[in-house]
């Protein structure tokens, strides 16, 4: 299965906003056929993995997803640049596929996922001090959930990225507080984020993750700093579809075939309107 830092990978990002429609869109598709899955993680991911796609350089840069059930958005973004086959982003979530409802080590595309929460940023940081230790030119990128932030695991391996002043590992925050049990501010306080990170060694900003312009901007200057680097990411599951329901569960959204065909027409009006 491909990899996004195999050798002789490609792929090229022309339009980064088009690119976000289009991981929604694939998404929408991916899940429809079930009923129900993990759609909203999708939605608050996609100006995040249309930016990161545009900055990565194919066949070098390495890419880990922390909270498994957000492959989806990878998935997606990977089947339209040519990442990932036609053929096999079909079979998402279906048994035996490699492309899983929730990531596993066989998951192409990333370098590294975990089902387990809060252990993707423990391999990012180990990339990142192995290709420094090899002379290596690589970024490593690590998305993480702000749900992850109630994991222990997570502040030890941002605590060790920080001693080591790890500069080639960015993290991209997806801050949409959602998880499974509700609202995360309603679970554990988090907040003040970016002072948490800041305190441990690390360069933290706080953007609008859906301003996909922002967030390559912040991603390109994170090159250039001393320190490893957070991107705080401010999104919502529900972005991108108006059509649904005020009281849909972020986290795992139920689709009835009336609603997936309302949403499948809402999205392609869009990129229709774009294109026009």
Not at 129 to 142: E, P, Q, V, Y
């Amino acid at each position: 299965m491909t990899r996004v830092s195999d050798p002789g990978t490609h792929w090229e990002v022309t339009d980064p906003a088009r690119l976000a429609t289009m991981i929604r869109l694939r998404a929408l598709r991916m899940v429809a056929p079930h009923g129900f899955g993990y759609l909203g993680q999708a939605l608050s991911s996609a100006e995040q993995l249309a930016a990161l796609f545009t900055v990565m350089r194919p066949g070098r840069d390495r890419l880990v997803c922390s909270p498994s059930h957000y492959v989806i958005g990878f998935f997606a973004a990977a089947a339209e640049l040519g990442i990932l086959s036609e053929d096999d982003a079909e079979t998402y979530g279906q048994d035996g596929s490699p492309v899983e409802a929730i990531g596993t080590e066989r998951s192409p595309v990333m370098d590294y996922t975990c089902g387990s929460l809060g252990q993707g940023l423990s391999a990012a940081a180990g990339f990142a001090l192995s290709d420094r230790l090899k002379g290596k030119d690589r970024r490593t990128f690590a998305f993480i959930s702000d749900g992850e932030l109630e994991e222990g695991q997570i502040w030890e391996a941002a605590m060790f990225a920080g001693h080591h002043r790890l500069n080639r590992l960015t993290v991209l925050l997806d801050a949409n507080n959602s998880q499974v049990d509700g609202p995360v501010d309603t679970i554990t306080t988090i907040e003040p984020i970016a002072a948490k990170w800041q305190a441990f060694g690390w360069t933290a900003q706080d953007i609008d993750g859906h301003d996909v312009d922002a967030v390559i901007k912040a991603l390109a200057e994170a090159a250039e700093g001393d320190k490893p680097y957070v991107l705080i990411n401010r999104t919502s599951t529900m972005r991108g579809l108006d059509c649904l329901p005020a009281d849909a569960d972020g986290h795992f959204i139920k689709l009835s075939p009336d609603l997936a065909a309302r949403a499948e027409a809402e999205l392609t009006g869009k990129l229709e309107r774009r294109d026009a």
